[in-house]
């Protein structure tokens, strides 16, 4: 194919455009670079000209080649039209857009955006160097943004290559042309070599039908385009490799640091059989962008055991069993998990978890070559894999101790149901149980037993004590007749006996609000009442500013406006995006976030929509309000926070980047005015609104920030993460003001009381805890929740909390005179 079948420079087509030259030309078409007269804008022109069986009659327009072709060249004329009205339903930014198609010259054109950048091939190679994992990731992700929405359209790309990935001025990726149509015309015409691209096209796609061909046909295709970044050329074919398979996995080939998951997914992504593929981008995207796992967190001497740990890692344990040296039986006796001093002084004793690590970690080249030793291959495991983690060897069955650890190990009930596991954690690493050895005889020596048994039993007796003082506030007032179904006359001294009263039956709507007694600290159950109304959980929750209602959002997709002052329900917001996954509220305005990458903004009085607003099909995650009337702050997946007003509801503001991971939380500090986000990347920054700068970056956070609050006087700002840790930070330095830790799951919301005195924490582990922040200390728990609690709020006088979760209903909850005036 040569440019002289091409329009000549100048051409003129419809009126419209001006064909300035030629940008390239394939198997079925050519493209050009022209000008849109009327617009005064360059665009990309893409002409319909097969040319096995095409052919210009003159200077302009195209015919079949032959009168055999010509059935051939009317079907790929049909296909191109198909092709070009389904990409005009596209409008993504990291999709090329599609202006226009029309039929011409006895042949069809498509005019595109032209995109000024250069091909991810030949950024590549400016580099001059690997591309670091950052970079890829910040490529990345919008691909499989892109790459889901076509997807779901039942439509496939078939032509990722780094050829049609152009990386724009700004660093942002798009996808271009698609070879869609051009794999149905070459099916239809028996012309497999046009439709496959060597290296990047899977096996199925070398088929003369498409009947094997999905989603996991462009997953390979991205995988090799990954393949090709990371080790400098791109893989073997796929028909070669079907005969000889010489492929060299990613993590053996790969030039520079890349995180162990994401190499895994490329091989993951490179598998030849299409079963041994992600099915799906939602199931490759956990592998490609989640962290590698942390080493554990090492907390205080009395708690550096393995049951210091995680509740993940232990729970990944209990999947992950290691098959002991045949030639050394394990002890009859050995213990199964300790705690807190026995962990330590245990740990004293044997081998430390990181050498045993170190002989099945995936990236040990001893490992590897055990690996593929025939003489260990098990004949089910390569069944027993999963396509995305083959770390796991499953050779023999455990012996009976070993199973017994494991299910010891394993989460309870339920564990595994918080919203933020299901969404936005992707799995860690496995970590295998480790074995002991059996402990080796000594010499019994009485003669220095005496002053030696004494000092240690001191010690240890000294250690005791100051375990008890330090754990002191880990054990709270909790609220006993909270855990009655009934907010009844039951104190908490009735409940000693041994038989409790039956609880009276009341209606599942709500009484009116109980007052507190003047010169009493409140009654023994503060659970003043309950709203029921949501069917399912509730996913967000939040008083007014002015206190005089509370708004909640529901998995029902509906948002409920309640009377504070009597618990009615005033209103119901049907949501057509779905459930809400998180509000903010501003004066009349309510507005809700949602995972299809919509906030829609309303209005609290008539319950019509004010504005819908949305930048691309990223989860939005959290929501603030800033002291700008109509300006709206929303935190997504695709790691940015979007600046909104309401008066100009097109397009954001300011988009705030920063952050290397989702962004999960956000909150707002007129006082600074501060912005504050917390991500999947472990770090809340702190950004000035002025001047949209970032001031700070909070880091050494131990797991994914799952939320963020700043205290009214805006002099700390609060920070929780998944593994149930909280901290306060100075907004003035970069120094760590306080640590809280009681929560035994994550933390789902944080709440600062109208004093700053208090600060309530919700969590996945049901309970509500209220926090006294200059004592560092817990001064009451709510535990009355069944399950996950999923949000939590203050009233803008500090006395009353809510808190809703799981099972649909909002509590209400007295907050204690005393407590209450911290």
């Known amino acids: 194919m040569t440019n002289l079948i091409a329009l000549p420079d100048g051409t003129e087509l419809v009126g419209d455009y001006r064909i300035e030259r030629v940008l390239g030309a394939g198997g079925f078409g050519i493209t050009y670079l022209a000008d849109e007269l009327a617009l005064e804008r360059r665009v990309t022109i893409k002409e319909y000209f097969p040319s096995d069986f095409a052919a210009r009659a003159n200077s302009i327009n195209a015919s079949p080649r032959s009168q055999d072709c010509d059935g051939d060249y009317r079907w790929g004329l049909d296909r191109f039209i198909e092709e070009a009205q389904t990409l005009a339903k596209f409008n993504h930014p ?123 046909t462009d997953i390979y295709a991205l995988g090799a385009t990954l393949y090709h970044a990371v080790t400098g050329k791109r893989p073997p074919d796929a028909p070669s490799r079907m005969v000889n398979d010489e492929y060299i996995p990613a993590r053996q080939a790969a030039l520079s640091s890349y995180r162990t998951r994401f190499l895994r997914a490329i091989d993951a992504a490179m598998a030849l059989n299409i079963d041994a593929r992600p099915r799906s981008i939602a199931a490759w995207r956990g592998e490609l962008l989640a962290p590698d796992t942390p080493p554990a967190q090492r907390g205080s001497w009395l708690s550096r055991g393995r049951a210091a740990q995680s509740k993940e890692e232990a729970a990944e344990r209990a999947f992950d069993v290691v098959t002991p040296d045949p ?93 933020q596991r299901k969404e936005r954690k992707a799995a860690a690493l496995p970590v295998p149980v480790e074995t002991r050895k059996p402990a080796r005889p000594r010499a019994n020596r009485a003669g220095r037993s005496g002053w030696v048994s004494l000092f240690l039993k001191l010690i240890l007796v000294g250690g005791l004590g100051t375990g008890v003082i330090a754990a002191r506030d880990q054990f709270p007032e909790i609220d006993v007749a909270a855990y009655l179904p009934s907010m009844g006359e039951h104190s908490a001294a009735t409940t000693k006996s041994s038989t409790l009263p039956k609880p009276r039956q009341r209606p599942e709507t709500t009484a009116s609000l109980q007052q507190r007694p003047a010169e009493d600290d409140g009654p023994a159950n503060p659970l003043l009442q309950q709203l029921v109304g949501h069917t399912g959980a509730v996913t967000a929750l939040a008083y007014s500013p002015g206190g005089y209602s509370i708004v909640s959002a529901g998995a029902d997709a509906t948002v409920r406006i309640w009377n504070a002052s009597n618990g009615s329900l005033s209103r119901i917001i049907p949501m057509d995006h779905g459930a809400a996954t998180s509000i903010a509220l501003q004066g009349e305005y309510i507005a809700t976030g949602h995972a299809d990458g919509y906030v829609a903004v309303w209005d609290k009085t008539s319950g019509h929509k004010v504005a819908d607003l949305q930048r691309n099909e990223a989860s939005i ?107 306060l930070w100075s907004t003035s330095s970069q120094r760590t003001y306080r640590r809280l830790r009681g929560h035994k799951d994550s933390v789902t919301a944080l709440a600062f009381s109208g004093s700053g005195g208090l600060l309530a924490s ?29 949000a939590v709020d203050f009233s803008p006088d500090g006395s009353r909390l809510i808190s809703a979760g799981d099972d649909g209903k909002i509590r209400v909850w007295m907050v204690p005179r005393r407590t209450a005036q911290r």
Do not use: C
């Open 94 to 216: 990291h999709i090329v857009r599609v202006y226009r198609y029309f039929r011409a010259n006895n042949t069809a054109y498509m005019v595109l955006h032209f995109e000024e950048g250069q091909s991810l091939k030949n950024w590549l190679k400016g580099l001059g160097r690997a591309p670091r994992q950052k970079e890829l990731d910040r490529i990345l992700e919008p691909l499989l943004q892109a790459l889901e929405l076509i997807h779901k359209a039942d439509f496939l790309h078939r032509d990722i290559a780094p050829d049609n990935i152009i990386i724009r001025k700004d660093g942002n990726p798009v996808l271009i042309d698609f070879g869609s149509a051009r794999g149905e015309i070459a099916s239809h015409s028996k012309t497999v070599s046009a439709l496959v691209k060597p290296g990047y096209s899977p096996y199925e796609q070398y088929a003369e039908t498409s009947r094997q061909q999905g989603p996991w």
């Open 327 to 419: 030639g050394m039986p394990p002890p009859p006796d050995a213990p199964g998990p300790h705690g807190g001093i026995l962990d330590f002084v245990d740990g004293l004793k044997r081998k430390p978890l990181a050498e045993a690590l170190a002989n099945v970690e995936a990236d040990n080249p001893a490992a590897d070559e055990a690996d593929a030793a025939p003489a260990e291959i098990n004949a089910n495991e390569e069944a027993a894999q999963s396509p995305l983690a083959k770390t796991v060897k499953l050779n023999t069955a455990p012996p009976p101790l070993f199973a017994k650890k494991a299910k010891k190990a394993a989460p309870q009930k339920g564990a595994a149901s918080s919203r």
């Open 621 to 727: 995650w959290s929501l603030a309000f800033t002291n700008v009337p109509g300006r709206l702050l929303a935190a997504a997946h695709d790691w940015k926070v979007a600046l909104w007003d309401l008066r100009a509801p097109s397009s954001p503001v300011h988009i705030f980047e920063g952050h290397e991971n989702a962004v999960q939380a956000i909150a707002f500090a007129p006082q600074g005015p501060f912005l504050a986000s917390g991500g999947a990347d472990r770090t809340v920054k702190l950004w000035n609104l002025n001047t949209l700068d970032l001031v700070r970056t909070y880091r050494r956070h131990p797991d994914f920030v799952t939320a963020v609050k700043f205290s009214p006087d805006a002099s700390r700002v609060a920070s929780a993460t998944l593994n149930g840790d909280i901290r």
């Open 762 to 790: 919700s969590s996945a582990d049901g309970t509500v805890r209220l926090w006294d922040v200059e004592r560092s200390r817990t001064v009451k728990t709510f535990a009355s929740h069944p399950g996950e609690v999923t």
